[in-house]
């Protein structure tokens, strides 16, 4: 049956002033449209109330000269029917805003929508009824409305900002807003304009505003970048792509990481020479396509600093390139954020407009704006008359329309304005606790803004409907988040933030353009397809983090967080578990090394220092390899001799090659990873003797290394930190040489298997309890495991170097580890430690995989300096900090830490 063949259910009739419905929908924009017709087909009683006279929402108001979708449209519409999709044609690769509005109306149309819609009505308060479990809604037109569900389909940016200047009443010429543009035509032919503002409304009107003005002066307080969209025909590649396979297309969207089938980037800035990036990046610039030149051109352009300042710099070659006044391209040039931490812009000659002899760019940060006046414009330097001002100055994003509009008052009489007062809190950007029944679409807290928007409102709309399917149909009637499952998205809010730029720029997406809005990454920074995965799991799980209750039927609560893993662990462990791999200890000791070699070949590579070199050094029996990294510093430098990871038995100097990189880099040491002997072929001793004879042949020969004399660090891994703890426990034992400090990651420190952590973590986070007893099976008989050469904890700790250890949550050697710090500390050892939340035994050595490990290793790095007594050393691009950028640092989600 055809979606529009649905026979709907007509919502309740009034009664006594109030209109009785299952639920209340506030838009009649994408999410309210969908919204109104998924419930009804649901069987449910539905209004939507919707301010505006026609459906539209965002595309109803927005209605300025040159409004167009930013995404292209075969991926900016409906998929949730096949039939809607082959009935509609777009004409163009991004439509103008009134074909947009033509399909929501015939979307509206083909499912009768209109009927469930009452047009022209503002919901003035929305308050929930404690006696009846209901919302009651008051309208400024009509009757009021007694609902059980309540839902927000009011768009992110659908509350226009104040333009927060002096004198905007006095202004006697013509005043328009971008946001709330009149449905007649507006007149600019033979007037002088100004435009105020230059995101993406004020740059896609300012070409078609100065083709008809006598003079145009724009006036811009921080410049934006934008791209061409290079609009026309549907690009045959995309549309061929969708034809082909409409159903795959959608689903690729559906778990892309913006809601665009892009696959993900792996190669890394610093793998592509110059003209490598060149060519990339004109290829983007040449296909006008947001979300591609926003992802496609290397995997760290929008992760680090670095790699973004690469995009940035060629972005602003392109502004010079345009603009043939060098001060204006100089002041449209974007130098206070990384490219894409602030909206980008689609744009059509939107700097060549700048060549216009009747377009002037007043750049606010020199001479700012002082007031409006009645005749126009003045700023601290000089007055510009004017017959038409236009205020492109933006909304109260994401939580402007459900605060500011109208008061929602839950649970104790608590306003939603007053809980959000210090930023929003939410469990999924869907739900907020003591707000039972009400629902938010693409609220804060969801990929909304920083995804395309129809695929995440979908996403939204099926799952909230599927929950109130399945709530009906087992008796339950209120559904509300819990405090510990709001508290825990905070803080999984905040881990995501430290995955992309977006916390580096003053914008819309961190509540920065709203004086005195409380500060912080609104939207969900961890992409469309983790977010769908974790809705999904929230439901696999018990509906995890909500509260059901229902008249006939016990209640149900399943507390707790959904997500503890750190974002990118989640997605590397759940990468794995797709991968459906054998456990390691089935490959055998060969097999296993040839697994772990091909799994390595996937990831980025290290990051450039200034020297590697492959030799050899004397072992303890016949000599081993080593792989020496140096700075780019001049030296000598303190040298760190490192072992690998990887049981005894598995990696090599290759293996932990990136996380050498970084640590050199960070310290700005030397480190020196030894190619100690392996188990079975090698059994204990034969590690542990390597790594004393190394770290002493090294210590001998440091200055010959270009390395500073007179002590070493040493520092390891996995089992490479046990062979670092344990050297350091020989070196006292048997006359050195020095060692400065020991950096151990995760060590194996015991031979005990029954603490807490390796049942805890004993299975499902890839290094597992049975790979830990087949390295030891390998490595070390029973007889032998009590020896303080393997199991450090059971020797003598006093006068061993100071120590900075680091244990991961989600790993079965946390626990040994902690123990291992805890008995150095009560020996008299100073020692800090780490403890690592929500990371897993790997986190820390798969640079540029898991970018949340960075903090860490900086925090590693910054030991190792003050163990040689070196002074802090500067911040590496991952780990940049709002000041660096001369904003202030998200205050909610830092709340939630
Ligand atoms: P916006 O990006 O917030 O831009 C507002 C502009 O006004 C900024 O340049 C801002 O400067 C300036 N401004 C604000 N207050 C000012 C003041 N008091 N004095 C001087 N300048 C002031 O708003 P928008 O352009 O309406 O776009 C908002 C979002 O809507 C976009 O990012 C996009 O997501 C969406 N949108 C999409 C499309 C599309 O192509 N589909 C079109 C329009 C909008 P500062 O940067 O210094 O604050």
Redesign the pocket.
Known sequence: MSDAMVAAPASDAQSGGTQRVDVAVVGAGFAGLYLLHHLRKAGFTVVALEEGNDVGGTWHW?RYPG?????QTIDYSYSFDPELERAWTWSEKYATQPEILRYLGFVADRYELRRDIRFGTKVKTATWDEATLRWVLTTDSGASVSCRYYIMATGC?SAP?P???DGVKEFKGEVYF??RWPHQEVKFAGKRVAV?????????SIPLIAEQAVHLTV????P?FALPAHNGPVPADRKTLLDNDRAGYREQARWSLAGVPYPQQTTVSWQLNDAERRERFEQAWAIGDLVYILSQLWADQGSDVDGNALVAELIREKIRAIVKDPDTAAALSPHDHPFGA??P??DTNYYATYNRPNVTLVN?RQEP?KAITASGVTTDKRSFDLDVIVF????D?MTGAMIAVHPITGRAGKALSSVWADGPQTYLGLTVAGFPNLFMITGPGSPS?LSNMTVSIEQHVDWVVDRLIAMREAGFTTIEATETAQAGWARHMADCSMLTLHRLA???YTGA?VPGKALGVMPYTGGVGPYRSICNEVVSRGMLGFKLTGPNVAGQCNDGEIVRLQPDVRLVLNMMADMKLPPIETLGAQGARYFINEFNKARPAGRPVGEVVDSTLPGNDGLLPYRLYRPATPGPHPIVVYFHGGGWVLGDQQSDDPFCRDLCRRTGMIFVSIGYRHAPEHRFPAAAEDGYAATRWIGEHAAELGGMSGYVLVGGWSAGANLAAVTCQLTRDRGGPHIAGQLLVCPVTDCAFDRPSYNDNGTAYFLTRGLMYWFWDLYCSPADRTDPRVSPLRGKLGGLPPAFVVTCEFDPLRDEGIAYADALAKAGVPVEQLQARGHFHSSFTMVDVVRTGASGRAKMAEALRRFAGMPKQAEQSDEVTHRDWGVSPPQFNAAAK
Do not use: H
């Open positions: 927005n409004a167009r979708c930013d995404i940016l900002k333009p927060e200047i971008t946001g105020i503002g230059t995101g993406s409304s004020g740059i896609q006036f811009q307080r921080t934006n602030k909206r812009c689609l606010l704006i492109a100055t933006g909304f994003a803004v003053n914008t819309w353009n």
